[in-house]
């Protein structure tokens, strides 16, 4: 089994910064990509920014230049640093990663609990 645990979210004003970070822990025996989600009340999750194992990252072009991805895997751990925030930023946010919890097994697909970020004056 795998655990990953989201920290970092909260109310921010808009033009403000957040910066997020998940651990994963459990059964790992390697992790392919991690990434970034998010949904906001009425709207299907979507995703915001992933990074692979090797450092490729990707953004969605509503966060590109606002947001920045990275990852330590040494520590299996992904952060989100967002700067310029918008209202239209507010979501609960989940992180992902793409698991094989043991050596020639097939990849699982984790999330974590998801943690709220609010961005309002």
């Known amino acids: 089994q795998v655990q990953l645990v989201e920290s970092g979210g909260g109310l921010v004003q808009p033009g403000g910064s957040l910066r997020l970070s998940c651990a994963a822990s459990?059964?790992?025996?390697?992790?392919?990509?991690m990434g970034w989600y998010r949904q906001a009340p009425g709207k299907q999750r979507e995703l915001v920014a992933r990074?692979?194992?090797?450092?490729?990252?990707n953004y969605a072009d509503s966060v590109n230049g606002r947001f920045t991805i990275s990852r330590d895997n040494a520590k299996n751990t992904v952060h989100l640093l967002m700067n310029s925030l918008k209202p239209e930023d507010t979501a609960v946010y989940y992180c992902?990663?793409?698991?094989?919890?043991?050596?020639?097994?097939?990849?699982?697909?984790?999330w974590g609990q998801g943690t709220q970020v609010t961005v309002s004056s």
């Open positions: 992902n990663a793409e698991v094989a919890p043991a050596p020639l097994s097939i990849l699982n697909n984790y």
């Open positions: 459990g059964s790992i025996f390697r992790i392919n990509a």
């Open positions: 990074i692979t194992n090797g450092g490729s990252t």
